[in-house]
Every structure is written in C-alpha cells, then in structure tokens.
C-alpha cells in the first residue's frame, strides 16, 4: 500500500481559494491575539487577489504543505534585492502538528530564500520564540505592535 506522505510544494494558483480559507481561518484562531481590527486588516490584505500576485512575484514565496490531496499548512516570505528576506507566515493544520510539516515548509523557505540570494531571514513572533531557536533563528530585538509583544529573530543562510 502506498505511503501517504505530505509533500511540500510552491503553491500552485488553484490552491489559492484553500489557501486563503486556511490563512483566514489561522487568523482568527491562531493569530488571535492581535486586536480584532488588525486582524481584518491582515485578513484584507491576504485577499485571494493578493495571494494570487504574491504566488506569482518574482521575490515572494508561498509554500504549501500537502497531506492525503488536501491542504495542510502554508508558509509565505519574500528576498527583497536587499537579500534581508522575510518569513511573514507559518502554519499548520493543528490535525497533523508533529510530524515535521512545520520545520520542513521552514527549512525549504529558507533553502529557497537563500537561492534567490538572501543573506538573512528575519521574522517577528509573539510565542513563538524557542522554536525558530531551535531552528538556528537567533533572537534580535523586541518591541510590541498593537500592544503585543514580538520578538524580532533573524537567521543568516550561510547555514542552509
Ligand atoms: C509552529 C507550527 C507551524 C509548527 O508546526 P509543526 O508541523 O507542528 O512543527 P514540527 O512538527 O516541525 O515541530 C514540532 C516541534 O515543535 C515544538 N513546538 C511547537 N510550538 C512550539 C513553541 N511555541 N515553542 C517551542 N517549541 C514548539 C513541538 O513541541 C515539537 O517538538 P518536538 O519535535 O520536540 O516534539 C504550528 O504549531 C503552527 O501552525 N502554530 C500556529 C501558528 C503559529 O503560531 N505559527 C508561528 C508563528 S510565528
């Protein structure tokens, strides 16, 4: 019998309208802890539209984690011509949490970042902080948005 393995893919635009009920819905649960105003603004911002010109952007990447034909976890960043890229997202499912989905979508952004010539990746996490430690990330700097605290942690790809 076949094995059913997740696999990890660029997304492909027909799973924009998946995606974009996943993000929506990683927000209002998962991110909740931004003020519910914010959490419009980003859900507005992350628009099927806008995940469709960012899935085709030359410097952002959106990653999606595939599990049994449906969507199960996403990761979006971006290498701006500076190479200080970004990881704005990343999540998973909370049915298939611990099994690596988290850290392989991770370690294939950053993979993908550092060909597209980054030289660091940045993120900002509100809870976040031991994991992306454990991933090689190291702390930088704090500061509250919206009046919760986030740690500024940043990654330097000559490690990838
Ligand atoms: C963070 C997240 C993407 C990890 O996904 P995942 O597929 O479960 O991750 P992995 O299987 O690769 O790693 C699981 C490990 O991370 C650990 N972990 C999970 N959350 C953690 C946290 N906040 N701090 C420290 N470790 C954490 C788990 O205990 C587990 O440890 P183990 O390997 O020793 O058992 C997932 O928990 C998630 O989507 N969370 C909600 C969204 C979120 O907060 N994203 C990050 C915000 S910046």
């Known amino acids: 019998m076949p094995v059913d ?5 660029p ?21 909740a802890y931004f003020p519910a105003i914010e959490q419009d603004q980003v859900i507005r911002n992350h628009r ?3 995940l469709l010109l960012a899935a085709i952007h030359p410097r952002r990447i959106i990653l999606t984690a595939h599990h049994g034909g449906e969507l199960v976890g996403y990761a979006i960043g971006s290498v701006p011509k500076n190479g200080k890229g970004q990881l704005f ?8 949490r611990g099994r690596n989905t988290g ?8 993979r ?10 940045s993120l900002a996490t509100h809870d976040h902080r031991r994991y992306y430690e454990r991933q090689g990330f190291v702390w930088c700097d704090a500061y509250p ?16």
């Open 103 to 110: 850290l392989t979508l991770l370690s294939r952004m950053l």
């Open 5 to 9: 393995k997740t696999i990890i893919i």
């Open 145 to 160: 948005v919206d009046g919760v605290r986030m740690d500024i942690m940043t990654f330097k790809t000559g490690q990838v």
């Open 89 to 96: 997202w990343l999540f998973v499912d909370p049915s298939r």
């Open 112 to 121: 993908m970042q550092s060909q597209l010539g980054a030289t660091e990746v």
């Open 11 to 31: 997304i492909k635009l027909r799973d924009i309208p998946a995606l974009h009920r996943m993000f929506v819905s990683a927000v209002r649960s998962h991110f």
């Open 48 to 50: 099927p539209l806008k």
